[in-house]
């Protein structure tokens, strides 16, 4: 028996259709007016070369090789730190505990500081106190510091959405908590550990004030991660700010920049899905197969 659609449910049902329209209508102006002003000077060349007469000419090649050396740096020093502490909250702290609650309250805080703090206390701390100096070294570090929120925070949630029947499940097999956490839960959570890596790289490949003070300006390819590099978005900054005549240029790197994002949330989300599918197979095979063994 089909239920009754009131007025309110269409309302609401409408509501959401233009909410979800108006987000898609946003992103396609932004792509548009950047497309129409940077479309002209894209082409191959601008990817692979190096930036010349201050980024008026030449490409991006050098500021792609500085670009992904801070984003891996970043991701190498946040993610394990932070899907650990996520796990740790999530499975061997309790939600009322002092120290559950100054941790989530520090992620808070941290979350809270403007990226120029940021920006400030990695060039203070490892720029000058380290001895780093404006270095890729120094950039991807501090990004890590500001990747911590939104890595904890969505993989505590991935694990606290999973419900207990799986733990009481797995316990009862005789499995330890930490065979429990890497064998279920965390295969369970992937979903949410994806979404949470895909933030951190949004975050960190389009940050700008922060590195500003860390990596530097150098738009040359740096020869080791002690050497300075400029990022795209700190390269799209000063085109766009610095460089007179530089408009084109800027454009045609923001084109770069969101084609990078949409190819990496697209890679990351075929892995994840076919990561799950092939997880779903495997215990689906392993349970036919032990079900229907042959008994002696």
Same mark, same amino acid.
């Given at each position: 028996?089909? &239920?009754?659609?009131?007025?309110?449910?269409?309302?609401?049902?409408?509501?959401?259709?233009? +909410?979800?329209?108006?987000?898609?209508?946003?992103?396609?102006?932004? *792509?548009?007016?950047?497309?129409?002003? #940077?479309?002209?000077?894209?082409?191959?060349?601008?990817?692979?070369?190096?930036?010349?007469?201050?980024?008026?000419?030449?490409?991006?090649?050098?500021?792609?090789?500085?670009?992904?050396?801070?984003?891996?740096?970043? *991701?190498?020093?946040?993610?394990?730190?932070?899907?650990?502490?996520?796990?740790?909250?999530?499975?061997?702290?309790?939600?009322?505990?002092?120290? #559950? #609650?100054?941790?989530?309250?520090?992620?808070? @805080?941290?979350?809270?500081?403007? &990226?120029? @703090? $940021?920006?400030? $206390?990695?060039?203070?701390? $490892?720029?000058?106190?380290?001895?780093?100096?404006?270095?890729?070294?120094?950039?991807?570090?501090? %990004?890590?510091?500001? %990747?911590?929120?939104?890595?904890?925070?969505?993989?505590?949630?991935?694990?606290?959405?999973?419900?207990?029947?799986?733990? %009481?499940?797995?316990?009862?097999?005789?499995?330890?908590?930490?065979?429990?956490? $890497?064998?279920?839960?965390?295969?369970?959570?992937?979903?949410?550990?994806?979404?949470?890596?895909?933030?951190?790289? #949004?975050?960190?490949? +389009?940050?700008?004030? +922060?590195? %500003?003070?860390?990596?530097?300006?150098? !738009?040359?390819?740096?020869?080791?991660?002690?050497?300075?590099?400029?990022?795209?978005? @700190?390269?799209?900054? !000063? *085109?766009?700010?610095? @460089?007179?005549?530089?408009?084109?240029?800027?454009?045609?790197?923001?084109?770069?920049?969101?084609?990078?994002?949409?190819?990496? =949330?697209?890679?990351?989300?075929?892995?994840? +899905?076919?990561?799950?599918?092939?997880?779903?197979?495997?215990?689906?095979? =392993?349970?036919?197969?032990?079900? !229907?063994?042959?008994?002696?």
């Amino acid at each position: 028996m089909k &239920s009754m659609r009131t007025p309110r449910d269409c309302f609401a049902q409408l509501a959401i259709y233009c +909410a979800a329209l108006l987000v898609c209508a946003a992103f396609a102006w932004i *792509l548009s007016d950047i497309a129409r002003g #940077g479309m002209a000077h894209l082409s191959l060349d601008f990817v692979i070369r190096s930036p010349r007469e201050a980024g008026r000419a030449g490409g991006v090649g050098s500021i792609l090789v500085s670009t992904a050396l801070v984003l891996v740096i970043a *991701l190498m020093a946040a993610l394990p730190l932070g899907w650990t502490t996520a796990a740790l909250l999530a499975e061997y702290v309790s939600v009322g505990s002092r120290f #559950g #609650g100054a941790v989530r309250y520090s992620l808070q @805080v941290l979350a809270a500081v403007p &990226s120029i @703090v $940021f920006g400030l $206390f990695g060039n203070a701390f $490892f720029s000058i106190y380290l001895g780093m100096g404006f270095s890729i070294l120094s950039g991807g570090l501090t %990004l890590a510091c500001m %990747l911590l929120p939104i890595l904890v925070s969505t993989a505590e949630s991935g694990l606290r959405a999973i419900p207990d029947a799986h733990r %009481l499940s797995a316990a009862a097999l005789g499995m330890s908590r930490t065979s429990t956490l $890497f064998r279920l839960l965390l295969p369970i959570a992937a979903p949410s550990l994806a979404a949470g890596l895909l933030l951190g790289i #949004g975050r960190a490949i +389009a940050e700008t004030a +922060a590195l %500003l003070f860390t990596s530097g300006y150098v !738009d040359r390819t740096p020869g080791s991660l002690l050497d300075s590099g400029r990022t795209l978005a @700190v390269h799209i900054f !000063d *085109l766009s700010m610095n @460089v007179p005549g530089g408009d084109a240029a800027a454009y045609a790197s923001a084109l770069v920049l969101i084609a990078a994002l949409l190819l990496i =949330n697209m890679v990351a989300m075929r892995l994840t +899905a076919d990561w799950q599918r092939r997880k779903i197979m495997s215990e689906n095979s =392993n349970g036919y197969s032990n079900t !229907d063994a042959p008994r002696a």
